[in-house]
């Protein structure tokens, strides 16, 4: 601990006596100093043992001391350091008495012990809490690496800095869910912090901030965090080599972190940073893998595919899986042409294609994309839940989009449609038509399509129906869509495309242009015709004219458009083209 008042009266070489404030001598002092300046006050930092041969001021005047006394007390000052026998033989009464009343501590400094001796004494009684502190951190440091290498990894190496701590600590995975805590009570703590660990992931790291009680004593650079009324002090620090959080380290101590403690978190963080981040080369090696065994499945090569993925992926192609194709579509909502299948001619994605295991630790992600990223955001998620609960996903970042292997029924299939869920949720509709024109909040834009259950043998229509359901999702406005839903609904929202909007344009608009001369009413009447599926009675009804006049306009659609309405398949196409072109289902 720092040298204190009474560790300085304490040492036998100085010879020091205590004149006043004896109740108050555990005071830890950071520093002697000497100043003879009647008011020294603008040059104090605070935790200071003042020294003084009162050769400036009128140590005997009590109002002056008073003052004077008041105001060392008000910048921080410990202890006053009083030199005998230079200019008063005694301490002066009036010094003695301010002193008493404002409870600072007044200390006798014999003739014979020089000012610059107790200035050594407490440089070196500093240094040497500062040394012990450094190597309290070395011995914290080695033992945190001996827990972590370890067969419990990171879970030991938070029962470790637990103790060296005297708290507690929680690691948080890259979606902000509690992993791993020590003691075991202190997940329940952990898990009332989400929304710090929240706003401490979304900027970017390294970051810390802290909550709850002295917080105010946090660490360099952390701010308070929102959740004060806590008895504790917990500090929650990121993780990661990139500005994007890979998980996230809350400690929970009862008073701020002294030197040693923050060696040992400091060791921590590094170590579940490593924990987290894997070598550049292994995701190289991973995404040649992945990329492969993709490319394998969806050749109809099953066999190969398992050979080459060997037990990296555990038993993803041993059952059932769903294919998972994701994409942030460029046009704002206009409709995308389908990716052809990745085949085993083609070239390794261009980003890293990553695995996650019951080992791994969730986090991982191509590149070093921002935290805004929706595809980056998705592999966080999924990953994270994957392997909470040790499973294996197989995740290949193909250009913009991704494609993802997940156990059917799994933590990472669950994970993403409660994502989906959750964003849909924030924009205040479970389905909307896309807005040419607006830009959507950050994520908004993610559309995901999802496989029916499938084998390795079925990769290839596993990866179909993915893009099938991708399209439908991106035409009905959902983030997420199944391949089960595909054929649920209308098929009316699949014609807000404009491809479709330009075709039942050109059809529809020799019609328009005769209508618009005022010579009839050929687009209604042809509406109202087709919806009664050609019964003349019943359509020229709802229209309010004769049949004949309907028979004579229906003959002059025919003369104008150049075909039979005799014919279905330009009766569904007449059909479609009004559907397209109503308002009720453009986008």
Known sequence: MPPTLASLVRHPGLKLSVLAGEDRLETPVRWAHVSELADPVPYMDGGELLLITAMQIEADDPEEMSRYVRRLVGAGVVGLGFALGVKYAEVPPALAAAAKEEGLPLIGVPRPTPFIAISKAVSAAIAADQYRAVTAGFEAQRELT?????????????????????????????????????????????????????????RPGPASIVVGGGCAAGAAGAEPAEDSAVADRVELQSLGTGRRTRGVLAVGTGAPLGTAERYAVHSAVALLTLTTERSRALQDAEQRLGGAVLRMLLAGEPD?????????????????????????????GAAQQPHAAPSAADEAPTEAATTTTASASAGTAAGEAEACDPLATL????????ARTGESVLVVPDGGRLIVLAPDG?????????????????????????????????????????????????????YRQ??????????????????????????????????VRAFADGMLRALHEHDATGRGDLVASLRAWLSRHGQWDAAAADLGVHRHTLRYRMRRVEEILGRSLDDPDVRMELWLAL?????????
């Open 466 to 499: 993915a893009e099938q359901a991708l399209s439908v999702a991106r035409r009905r406005g959902r983030m997420l869509v199944e391949h089960e839903q595909v054929a649920a609904g209308s098929v009316l929202p699949l014609l807000a495309d404009d491809a």
């Open 579 to 587: 559907k397209a072109t109503a308002s009720g289902t453009s986008a």
């Open 146 to 202: 001996r827990a972590a290498i370890g067969a419990e990894g990171p879970t030991a190496l938070l029962a470790r800095l637990a103790a060296h701590l005297d708290g507690w600590a929680a690691l948080y995975d890259a979606s902000g869910s509690v992993v791993a805590a020590a003691p075991d009570w202190a997940a329940r703590r952990a898990a009332r912090l989400t929304a710090d660990v929240e706003r401490l992931r979304s």
């Open 410 to 462: 799994g933590a990472a299939v669950t994970a993403c449609a409660e994502h989906a869920r959750t964003v849909e949720g924030r924009r205040g509709t479970k389905a909307r038509p896309r807005d040419r024109t607006a830009a959507a909040p950050s994520g908004d834009e993610l559309v995901i399509g999802l496989s029916a259950p499938a084998g390795p043998i079925a990769a290839a229509a596993a």
């Open 379 to 386: 592999i966080d998620i999924m990953e994270a839940a994957a």
């Open 304 to 332: 190969h595919a398992r050979a080459v993925a060997g037990r990296l992926y555990g038993g993803l192609l041993d059952a059932p899986f769903r294919m998972l194709v994701a994409e942030v579509p460029s046009g704002g």
